[in-house]
């Protein structure tokens, strides 16, 4: 009896310590033209190959948020490989908005010009 309880207590131990996620964790929209049978399809290959991704990596993650991370990544990558729109970091989305600025007064002067001072022949003096 003991040796059985040995053996569950070191399932549930072992079960506790796993990173292997149960699904991803970011919102990913059906791609433009696509009807919602395509994507559960494209949803349901990305999640077996994130989960295969992660289950054949030569290191192991070392925590629960390692795993969901390179999961998500795995996921989001095929995702939008098969066309479909994915969350993207704010540190990669560019300002495409451009400042304008009005040209000057046909009437302003031109800023003075100053003269550069001419290098010496010998840079020794």
């Not at 049978?37 to 999640?47: A, H, K, L, P, S």
């Amino acid at each position: 009896m003991s040796q059985n309880l040995k053996l569950l207590i070191l399932a549930l131990v072992l079960s506790s310590c796993s990173t292997m996620p149960s699904g991803p964790s970011v919102l990913v929209l059906p791609g433009t033209g696509k009807d919602f049978g395509q994507f559960r399809n494209d949803e349901d290959t990305c999640r077996q190959f994130a989960h295969a991704q992660l289950a054949s990596a030569p290191k192991k993650p070392d925590s629960k948020d390692e795993g969901q991370q390179n999961y998500d990544i795995s996921y989001v990558q095929c995702m939008y490989g098969k066309g479909h729109r994915v969350p993207v970091p704010e540190e990669l989305m560019y300002d495409t908005r451009q400042e304008w600025h009005p040209p000057p007064p046909p009437d302003l002067p031109a800023p003075p010009h100053t003269a550069k001072p001419e290098p010496s022949a010998n840079p020794s003096q």
